[in-house]
T-cell receptor, first 109, second 115 residues
Framework: LAKTTQPISMDSYEGQEVNITCSHN???????ITWYQQFPSQGPRFIIQ???TKVTNEVASLFIPADRKSSTLSLPRVSLSDTAVYYC??????????FGAGTRLTVKP | GAVVSQHPSWVICKSGTSVKIECRSL??????MFWYRQFPKQSLMLMAT?????????EQGVEKDKFLINHASLTLSTLTVTSAHPEDSSFYIC???????????FGPGTRLLVL
């Protein structure tokens, strides 16, 4: 079974900030949190990874509270091309990296 | 960078034939490679994990004699679907990771259609 729970779908509009939250109540001490983006008929693309607190890169931010039982992917100012499925994974050294259902984000004009 | 390629990108075959899919890490050495299968509108399902030079570890319900995985080098893993049937039609995706690192890098996927 997947270790994570995410909303099935979300809608947003161009230019808005989108926050997708993932629950991982049983996260292990050594587990990292990784987010991927997938477009239809393509392999998932790495977005961001973190262990605790906040991580930011050129495309997104990842917020992880102290208890690490959840995480939030933040996409600033989304565009139509950000319409995709977003997956949250937790795992340790690439073991037991099972995908949940993911969140289907639709960005509208 | 961390680029993973797959070949072929798509394949159509007759029922009963075998199909081999290659997964290559182009600019890094991949100590671990993963094979996933994805049906339309569904999430990725992990099929097996392979470490270079070792036998693959298959997930429950995945037939190891039907889905042969070979990880003979640090840059290449192959998945062979033996005696393919229409129900094996799916999108097959591989990923690779460096030793000691948490991140998986995914290939572009291979679309298999068995007639």
């Amino acid at each position: 079974l997947a270790k994570t729970t995410q909303p099935i779908s979300m809608d947003s509009y161009e230019g808005q900030e989108v926050n997708i939250t993932c629950s991982h109540n049983n996260i292990a001490t050594n587990d990292y949190i990784t987010w991927y983006q997938q477009f239809p008929s393509q392999g998932p693309r790495f977005i961001i990874q973190g262990y605790k607190t906040k991580v930011t890169n050129e495309v997104a931010s990842l917020f992880i509270p102290a208890d690490r039982k959840s995480s939030t992917l933040s996409l600033p100012r989304v565009s139509l091309s950000d319409t995709a499925v977003y997956y949250c994974l937790v795992g340790d050294n690439n073991n037991d990296m099972r995908f949940g259902a993911g969140t289907r984000l639709t960005v509208k004009p | 960078g961390a680029v993973v390629s797959q070949h072929p990108s798509w394949v159509i075959c007759k029922s009963g034939t075998s199909v081999k899919i290659e997964c290559r890490s182009l600019d890094f050495q991949a100590t671990t490679m993963f094979w996933y299968r994805q049906f339309p509108k569904q999430s990725l399902m992990l099929m097996a994990t392979s470490n270079e030079g070792s036998k693959a570890t298959y997930e429950q319900g995945v037939e190891k004699d039907k889905f042969l995985i070979n990880h003979a080098s640090l840059t290449l893993s192959t998945l062979t679907v033996t005696s393919a049937h229409p129900e094996d039609s799916s999108f097959y995706i591989c990923s690779a990771s460096r030793q000691g690192q948490e991140t998986q890098y995914f290939g572009p996927g291979t679309r298999l259609l068995v007639l």
